[in-house]
């Protein structure tokens, strides 16, 4: 059983349109992040929950929400999309917001935006 | 802000043969944790190793085993009898304990292990 789970894995979509990415984790955490990845592969962090409440909320814009309707999901929705969007992303959970506990990650879901 | 680099883009090993990832990192906590990711051409991102910084021991995990240098502020990944399942992009990363919470990422090297 995957243990982070994304849908989809892959989106194409038109610039302007709205889109949602839904991440789902089967290990019981507490803690659940979304990161994305441009196309250098340098990852980074934009959000993470902790039982459904916002806890880390990087600079990014507004346009991007993410959504946590219970702590086993956390899911992003991006109005408008840009060209720049362009990414993958990666959610990832872990127990709790302790400094150390390991992050498991998802598979990825690559956007490409045209 | 703390930073990771990873000064090695791209690397190359044969089949068998050690291989040496290097990471710095920059920061002025006392207490964190290191990590090293692996993410193959799948794009699934792995985790490989873990050390706490308050541990002078370093980890290991099977093939691979890090160098962890706090004074120099160091965290290298040693692969040891390569395997061509080992092809990918490898990841170090930092988080202090106190904080911000959040992991931060070098910007990779790419390891091909050749037949």
């Known amino acids: 059983d995957t243990a982070v789970s994304q849908t989809p894995k892959y989106l194409v979509t038109q610039m302007g349109n709205d889109k949602s990415i839904k991440c789902e984790q089967n290990?019981?955490?507490?803690?659940m992040y979304w990161y994305k990845q441009d196309s250098k592969k340098f990852l980074k962090i934009m959000f993470s929950?902790?039982?459904?409440?916002?806890?880390i909320n990087e600079t990014v814009p507004n346009r991007f929400s993410p959504k946590s309707p219970d702590k086993a999901h956390l899911n992003l929705h991006i109005n408008s999309l840009e060209l720049g969007d362009s990414a993958v992303y990666f959610c990832?959970?872990?127990?709790?917001?302790?400094?150390?506990?390991?992050?498991?990650f998802g598979p990825g879901t690559r956007l490409l935006v045209l | 802000a703390q930073t990771v680099t990873q000064s090695q883009p791209e690397m190359s090993v044969q089949e068998a043969e050690t291989v040496t990832l290097s990471c710095t990192y920059d920061?002025?906590?006392?207490?964190?944790?290191l990590f090293w990711y692996k993410q193959p051409p799948s794009r699934q991102m792995i985790l490989v190793i873990r050390?706490?910084?308050?541990?002078?021991q370093n980890a290991t995990e099977n093939r691979f085993s890090v160098n962890f240098q706090k004074a120099a502020k160091s965290f290298s990944l040693k692969i040891s009898d390569s395997q061509l399942g080992d092809t990918a992009m490898y990841f170090c990363?930092?988080?202090?304990?106190?904080?911000?919470?959040?992991?931060?990422f070098g910007k990779g090297t790419k390891l091909t292990v050749n037949p």
């Open positions: 920061t002025s906590e006392n207490n964190y944790y």
């Open positions: 929950y902790n039982n459904k409440e916002l806890i």
């Open positions: 990832a959970s872990s127990q709790d917001t302790i400094p150390g506990e390991t992050q498991y």
């Open positions: 290990l019981g955490h507490d803690t």
């Open positions: 990363a930092f988080i202090s304990q106190g904080g911000s919470e959040k992991l931060v």
């Open positions: 050390q706490e910084a308050y541990k002078q």
